[in-house]
């Protein structure tokens, strides 16, 4: 393929599918993208995204998917309208993770399945909230393959736990602390800063 024919490709930053079928969907992607980026907020070389197309081959726009969240060790964080492997030292996102909704179910997790073992994913993690039912798989022996129990599995990539529970799956950070929603953060925050406050000292926020 010519270099100028490569330079009239268009990689979209857009599939034109929605981020979240519904909010319990919506409400999973946030908590886990968002406390990933928490966890990883001083290492400026771990890029974390959410709902981003990776394009893993140049030249070829029609090859790409749109994790729903996604870990890359070895990157810068920033800005991106897409994720092109080729511009970015060629690293393909180590981890990803899908939460299900009612519209993309076996046939769409298939498929997605086939592709991050294809283009080197490491570690990919399925979770249902409506079934409460998390799936995991490993990179091992050059294919990714199920993960044989996966309560209180410890991501080796990112350290986190998982603990599933009859009611939810609830995921624990490397220093114990739970995964926690923005409300939940902010509430945490505030408890914290009554307690200075108590103690003479005035928070700076």
């Known amino acids: 393929m010519s270099v100028a024919l490569n330079r009239s490709l268009i990689y979209p930053d857009s599939d034109g599918q929605p981020m979240a079928d519904n909010t319990k969907q919506f409400r999973w992607i946030v908590l886990i993208k968002e406390n990933l980026e928490l966890l990883f907020a001083n290492d400026p070389e771990v890029f974390v995204a959410g709902d981003l197309l990776w394009y893993p081959v140049e030249g070829h726009p029609e090859i790409r998917v749109a994790p729903d969240a996604m870990v890359v060790f070895g990157r810068p964080k920033g800005d991106r309208g897409s994720y092109r492997q080729w511009e970015e030292d060629n690293?393909?996102?180590?981890?990803?993770?899908?939460?299900?909704?009612?519209?993309?179910?076996?046939?769409?997790?298939?498929?997605?399945?086939?592709?991050?073992?294809?283009?080197?994913?490491?570690?990919?993690?399925?979770?249902?909230?409506?079934?409460?039912?998390?799936?995991?798989?490993?990179?091992?022996?050059?294919?990714?393959?199920?993960?044989?129990?996966?309560?209180?599995?410890?991501?080796?990539?990112?350290?986190?736990?998982?603990?599933?529970?009859?009611?939810?799956?609830?995921?624990?950070?490397?220093?114990?602390?739970?995964?926690?929603?923005?409300l939940e953060l902010e509430q945490r925050a505030e408890k914290l800063a009554a307690q200075l406050r108590a103690l003479g000292v005035e928070p700076d926020v």
Do not use: C
């Open 91 to 182: 690293i393909a996102p180590q981890v990803v993770f899908e939460i299900l909704s009612p519209g993309n179910r076996l046939r769409e997790m298939t498929r997605k399945w086939e592709f991050y073992d294809r283009y080197g994913v490491e570690e990919y993690y399925i979770y249902d909230p409506d079934d409460n039912e998390l799936e995991g798989l490993q990179r091992q022996e050059g294919r990714l393959r199920v993960i044989p129990e996966i309560d209180h599995w410890v991501s080796p990539r990112l350290e986190i736990k998982f603990v599933p529970t009859p009611e939810t799956l609830e995921i624990y950070r490397p220093d114990g602390r739970k995964f926690l929603s923005t």
